[in-house]
């Protein structure tokens, strides 16, 4: 086959018309895109936070159907979402068509520049409504295993509409906070940060499309801090058009940076932001400016923060700073009409909603806040290696909060002998009378070197600990010294340990790391539901997929004699599949050498 350097339409034979060959191509570099798509996926996603686990590919959905080429092309052809699964995403795009109609396009009779118009937005609103049909389909495909789809605008190439389809897991998203309300009046506003980035994603792989059609090959998506950027200046429009002036809600990223990087008289702001509509029920106004201060003149901003009392804000809307204010009364939080933009630092800025921080900006990089569902994450993991310290867990769950708000860095080790791992530190620690470990503790240890040494009842025996330990194939050089120090001790210790681990961006990592419990009575559950599906004849392919996605999502907790069942059951019940969906890939499960049971619960 010929490389194409344009949108030429290539197409081998097939001899079934829903099914594309696993050569199928639309055009020379698709395989490229779609390598260069998943990589600018991951890449940009980890940085937010890797438990979201970015998948992204292509789908093409032939716009006239002729049954001499496929109606569906998916790459890369082995993805779990196959071809077969979207085979009736065109006619429900049709049913859209038939019971919504579009825009009636009118033109002058006998224009042919009309004419084309009209039948190009046509085709424009139609490849809109297959984009919106593919998401309903993936999203439903998807609905097992928790994950949350994101479909790009459609772009022609040659009979087909071309799509990239994004999906991250659903559970972590939802773990930070996060708006309710997707839109104000008529417009579309963003409900959180990683949304905004999922959004911005999708548009980047758009806009990269035509390049690839022209021959770009690999396409290089924008650096991960530059789409950042990107989704959190889209992201600042939902706060700032809670001001209802939608003629003036653009910028509120570049604001807070330039605000928060200012300092009047050497001194770094620090005080808040309040935007929100004039007369809102909730402010209370203390001191009105006659002639409002334009928020784009950073400087007056940044000197009048300077009025600010202990529980006062500037007022703005959207537009001009106009005075001081409390927030008053009780604020129902499900209106959404009210935020703050805290500075905390130099260059250092939080978008907050009802006291909840929605986005952390430092030196112009957002960033995902830090949440109590990550201080829940850390007490699970100490009561599954301490299960009888029930006492201190809430206490721990205090002190992780602390931790992240630390000013640099630290390392926590919670070890079952504790008191005797003091004394044989000896002069690499400097041990202490016992003492509860406290978030004060904390902060007064972590201003010297090493790490603080407790025992699972929160008894802290030493501080400035230089921790030993062989090295662990855990470790990582693309973390620093305290990670890696913190592995080689834990994970190299006979007795029951844990270490939490402080960087100095505040984010915070365990060793072991955090992996949820999962009851046994739903794995038991699952394996009733599979033999059953598997006694049937014949058996169906979806419900065999969405149990082999499922199984797949918790190889982690199987153990040994339910590998071995599901290795049995599988590949049987694939010989008597009806064919109604593609077939997975099966690999056989096996027993993961970590899992013991205590990462299992009733």
């Not at 087909?160 to 972590?172: E, N, P, R």
């Not at 721990?396 to 640099?408: C, G, K, V």
Request: negative net charge; charged residues 25%; aromatic residues 8%.
């Amino acid at each position: 086959m010929t490389k194409s350097t344009s949108t030429t339409f290539l197409s081998p034979s097939s001899s079934d018309e829903n099914l594309a060959p696993d050569n199928f191509y639309l055009w020379g570099y698709q395989p490229h895109f779609a390598v260069s798509l998943r990589i600018g996926a991951k890449q940009l996603f980890d940085r937010l936070d890797e438990r979201l686990a970015p998948d992204a590919f292509l789908v093409a959905i032939h716009s006239q159907p002729n049954g001499k080429a496929p109606v569906v092309v998916v790459e890369p052809p082995h993805h779990s979402v196959q071809p077969s699964d979207l085979a009736n995403v065109l006619s429900l795009a049709r049913e859209s068509e038939a019971s919504i109609p579009g825009t009636d396009y009118a033109y002058a009779e006998g224009s042919k520049r009309g004419e084309l118009w009209a039948e190009t937005s046509r085709k424009r609103d139609f490849r809109h409504r297959v984009g919106t049909a593919l998401y309903q389909t993936v999203a439903a495909t998807y609905t097992h295993v928790g994950r949350r789809v994101v479909v790009s605008a459609g772009r022609d190439c040659g009979p087909y509409f071309l799509y990239t389809v994004l999906s991250f897991d659903q559970t972590i998203r939802d773990e930070y906070p996060h708006l309710q309300q997707g839109k104000r009046e008529s417009y579309a506003i963003t409900k959180c940060l990683v949304d905004a980035v999922a959004d911005q994603f999708s548009r980047q792989c758009w806009e990269a499309l035509p390049l690839s059609f022209d021959g770009a090959g690999h396409v290089e998506f924008p650096a991960y801090e530059a789409t950042l950027r990107s989704a959190a200046e889209s992201f600042m429009h939902t706060p700032f058009a809670a001001c209802d002036k939608f003629d003036s809600f653009h910028d509120g990223f570049q604001i807070g940076n330039e605000v928060s990087s200012l300092t009047y008289e050497k001194a770094v702001g620090r005080s808040r932001l309040l935007l929100c509509r004039r007369g809102h029920q909730n402010i209370s106004v203390s001191l009105g400016f006659t002639d409002p201060i334009p928020l784009r003149n950073y400087r007056a901003v940044r000197k009048i923060l300077e009025l600010a009392g202990a529980d006062e804000c500037l007022l703005c809307d959207s537009e001009s700073v106009y005075g001081l204010g409390t927030v008053c009364g009780t604020y129902d939080p499900t209106d959404e009409d009210l935020f703050i933009i805290e500075f905390v630092g130099h260059a250092k800025w939080e978008l907050k909603h009802a006291g909840i921080s929605l986005m952390r900006v430092e030196h112009g990089v957002p960033s995902l806040p830090r949440t109590k569902k990550r201080s829940q994450q850390i007490a699970e993991t100490f009561e599954r290696l301490f299960p009888e310290s029930h006492v201190y867990k809430t206490s721990l769950m205090r002190l992780a909060t602390a931790a992240s708000e630390l000013s640099h860095g630290a390392i926590v080790i919670f070890a079952e002998d504790a008191e005797e791992e003091a004394a044989r530190f000896g002069n690499q620690a400097t041990c202490i009378t016992p003492k509860t470990l406290t978030p004060e503790l904390l902060q007064q240890a972590s201003r010297i070197d090493g790490a603080v040494l407790a025992a699972p009842d929160g008894m802290c025996h030493a501080i400035g600990v230089i921790l030993d330990g062989a090295v662990n194939p855990k470790g990582t050089a693309d973390r620093g010294a305290r990670y890696n120090s913190t592995v080689r001790y834990v994970l190299g210790h006979e007795h029951p340990c844990m270490g939490i681990v402080v960087s100095d961006d505040g984010s915070i990592d365990t060793v072991p790391a955090y992996v949820s419990r999962q009851s046994r009575h739903e794995i038991a559950m699952q394996i009733e539901t599979l033999q059953c599906i598997a006694s049937e004849s014949p058996v169906a392919q979806r419900k065999l997929n969405e149990q082999l996605d499922w199984f797949c999502s918790k190889r982690f907790y199987l153990s040994p004699q339910q590998c071995e069942l599901l290795n049995t059951i599988f590949p049987d019940a694939q010989t008597k599949a009806d064919g109604s969906s593609a077939k997975r890939v099966f690999h056989a499960f096996e027993p993961d050498p970590e899992m013991d049971d205590s990462y299992l619960k009733p």
